[in-house]
């Protein structure tokens, strides 16, 4: 058995909070866990976590890795698969499978599981029983796992399915025939559907074998089948020129041979801070520092600690994080798209932005950015350095909150540990990395009558 977690993602729906330089996947919304690594985290109960595969555009390749590795130090850069360009998840899905037949060498006839990287589950033991079940009973099948429907959803795609006869038939299958796919109804017909009983929502899980990938791929998407045939290194190189387009439009919803698993496991794909707030109201969810005074239904998260109160309002969200907050209606939180469209169109730095940015050698998060100062808090990795360089136009301060830093100042190499600090003036070749075996934290301001980020010279290393 084998996975491939998705993790592509535009980061729009969960704006603020989600940008599109960091998407949803790679958030910490209700736990001290992303969505990305508790995804990782579930099915590894299943399967060895070296056969746990990831495939994202090359841009998320640092949010994965470091955000992998701070769970599985073991994590290697041969589990990512990193798409040229964006193409959707059919393309994604063919890129993986290549990869997995041709680079690791599984079986034609060895099942994998595709995952979306940024879903909630609330019954985990309940969602890997289904699992399990349909690993083992997908065959040459296309299976794929279906959420008993909880209510007249509009924000979710249907399968329709095949009828159980009587209770020993579903007992004996776990799982029926898939008749067709739905877009997003209407309310009138999302009720119909719900009574109906003969449909679930799609939650995009996928199954099968290569094998049966190569075979429907080849009968649905020609396009796609010219370049899957071919060896691994010329699928690559040929990505761009694959269509952009989804598996289900691709291959489920013409496929005589998808079947369909299905469960109810407290799933949400978290796709509007309404549903976060189903899900953190499930959980219990309570901050103390706020405060609701005369307030119905209203939901706040925050990524600060800071005390935010309400007092004689209703219906209500409101999500602040350091450099922007949003405030609108319950019920109607899926027009966040309406924000997005209107930074993106005048160009806002913070549609893109975050105060939150994986590297190399770790992550920074901006506390502060002003006209003439920043303050940054540095996470350094252990044995990783940021580059050797020097400033024109800002000179810089780094405290250690927590490890030892190893600090290049000019020509001599200095050492600090925590509550030290050094001053970086203009002009010095400086460098600071972490020698030791623990995260190494700083602080660091910089101030300044320009503090682009192309105010760097950067120098090779002997």
Request: hydrophobic letters at 35%.
């Amino acid at each position: 058995m084998y996975s491939v977690i998705l993790c592509g993602g535009s980061g729009t729906r969960l704006w603020p909070l989600s940008r599109k330089n960091y998407p949803k996947q790679f958030l910490r919304l209700y736990s001290d866990k992303s969505l990305l690594q508790e995804t990782f985290l579930r099915v590894a109960k299943i399967m060895p976590k070296k056969n746990i595969f990831f495939v994202a555009n090359r841009d998320d390749y640092y949010n994965v890795a470091n955000q992998i590795r701070e769970i599985y130090p073991e994590f290697s850069e041969t589990r990512f698969l990193s798409e040229p360009n964006k193409r959707n998840t059919a393309p994604a899905i063919a890129l993986s499978m290549k990869y997995l037949v041709d680079k690791i060498k599984i079986k034609p006839t060895e099942q994998v599981i595709f995952l979306p990287a940024d879903h909630h589950i609330g019954k985990q033991r309940e969602y890997l029983k289904i699992v399990k079940n349909a690993l083992a009973k997908t065959g040459d099948n296309v299976g794929t796992i279906g959420i008993t429907p909880t209510g007249p959803e509009t924000g979710y795609g249907y399968i329709r399915k095949q009828k159980v006869k009587n209770e020993k038939q579903k007992l004996e299958n776990s799982y029926c025939k898939v008749f067709e796919f739905k877009e997003k109804p209407d309310k009138k017909t999302a009720e119909k559907y719900l009574k109906s009983g003969e449909y679930v929502w799609n939650a995009g899980m996928y199954i099968f074998n290569h094998q049966t990938f190569t075979d429907e791929i080849k009968k649905y998407a020609p396009k796609i089948f010219k370049y899957l045939q071919k060896d691994f290194t010329t699928l690559l190189q040929n990505f761009a020129k694959l269509p952009s387009i989804s598996i289900d439009y691709a291959l489920a919803e013409k496929s005589k041979k998808v079947i369909v698993f299905e469960g109810d496991f407290g799933w949400s794909d978290i796709g509007s801070f309404d549903s976060l707030a189903e899900v953190l109201l499930q959980k219990k969810d309570r901050n103390p520092k706020h405060i609701k005074m005369d307030s119905e239904n209203v939901f706040i998260h925050s990524t600060t600690n800071k005390l935010i109160a309400t007092m004689g309002v209703k219906d209500l969200v409101i999500v602040e994080n350091n450099d922007s907050i949003l405030i609108q209606k319950r019920g109607e939180t899926e027009r966040v798209k309406e924000v997005v469209k209107y930074l993106k169109k005048n160009n806002y730095k913070e549609i893109n932005h975050n105060v939150i940015v994986h590297r190399p050698w770790g992550r920074y998060e901006v506390l502060i950015d002003g006209n003439r100062h920043k303050v940054r808090k540095l996470t350094i990795y252990p044995g990783k350095k940021l580059n050797l360089q020097l400033h024109y136009n800002r000179v810089e301060h780094w405290i250690v909150i927590k490890g030892t830093a190893e600090v290049v100042y000019g020509d001599e190499i200095k050492f600090l540990s925590a509550n030290q600090s050094i001053f970086i003036p203009q002009s010095i070749k400086h460098q600071i990395g972490n020698p030791g075996k623990m995260n190494l934290e700083i602080i660091e301001v910089q101030t300044g009558n320009y503090l682009g980020s192309d105010d760097v010279v950067l120098f090779d290393e002997k």
